[in-house]
């Protein structure tokens, strides 16, 4: 699915374009991906794990667009890409066609200026366009950053799945959030 271009001004000024990624982005997307993994501890993938090739992240990309039920949504600051989120269904059976599972990153550089809630709330009314009634996601107990954003944009917390991701760090629960949109 494509979504809707739209722009926002973020807190620091600076414009921030919002369109679907096509294969043509394939490039920016991989290096956003490898970037934000070695950046932050609470992506749910290591940088070495991305080791996917240009041409398989382009077909990734162009079944994207092509999809009826899946959407990605990438953040442009003077055309380098800072932000990417994502949805998808949250099971493939239909008695869940209901419900979506969100994705999100934003680029540590461009932190706390409002592109991760402008993100999660486009995902949400693409979402709700695409027939979705549901928003799920889950996220690393300690990642109190993305917690605050997701309540912010109405998730509720809605469970505990202990021991859901082991880090170098030791082993950390995963907090479900939900919202219906
Ligand atoms: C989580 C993440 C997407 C947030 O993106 P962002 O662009 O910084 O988000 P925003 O600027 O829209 O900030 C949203 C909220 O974060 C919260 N926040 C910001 N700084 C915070 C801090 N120091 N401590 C706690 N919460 C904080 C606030 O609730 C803020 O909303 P407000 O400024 O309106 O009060 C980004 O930090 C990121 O990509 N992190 C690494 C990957 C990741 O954690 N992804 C989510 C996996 S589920």
Redesign the pocket.
């Known amino acids: 699915m494509r979504g809707m271009e739209t722009s926002v001004i973020?807190?620091d000024g600076s414009r921030c374009l919002l369109r679907s990624p096509g294969p043509e982005d394939g490039e920016a997307v991989l290096r956003h991906l490898r970037r934000?993994a070695a950046?932050?501890p609470?992506?749910?993938f290591l940088p070495e794990e991305l080791a996917g090739t240009l041409r398989e992240e382009q077909a990734f990309l162009k079944g994207q667009l092509a999809s009826p039920t899946r959407l990605m949504l990438a953040c442009f600051v003077e055309e380098r890409l800072i932000?990417l989120?994502g949805i998808g269904p949250a099971a493939a059976s239909r008695k869940c066609r209901h419900r979506a599972e969100?994705?999100?990153?934003?680029?540590?550089r461009?932190?706390?200026?409002?592109?991760?809630?402008?993100?999660?709330e486009a995902l949400c009314r693409e979402g709700a366009h695409m027939g979705y009634q549901r928003m799920e996601?889950?996220?690393?107990a300690d990642?109190?950053?993305?917690?605050?954003?997701?309540?912010?944009c109405g998730f509720v917390r809605c469970g505990l799945l202990p021991d859901a991701y082991r880090t170098e760090a030791g082993s950390q629960a995963a907090v479900l959030m939900s919202k219906a949109i």
């Open positions: 973020l807190s934000v950046e932050s609470y992506t749910a932000g989120g969100l994705g999100l990153s934003v680029r540590r461009w932190w706390g200026l409002g592109a991760g809630t402008f993100l999660v996601l889950s996220v690393m990642n109190v950053r993305a917690i605050a954003l997701y309540e912010t």
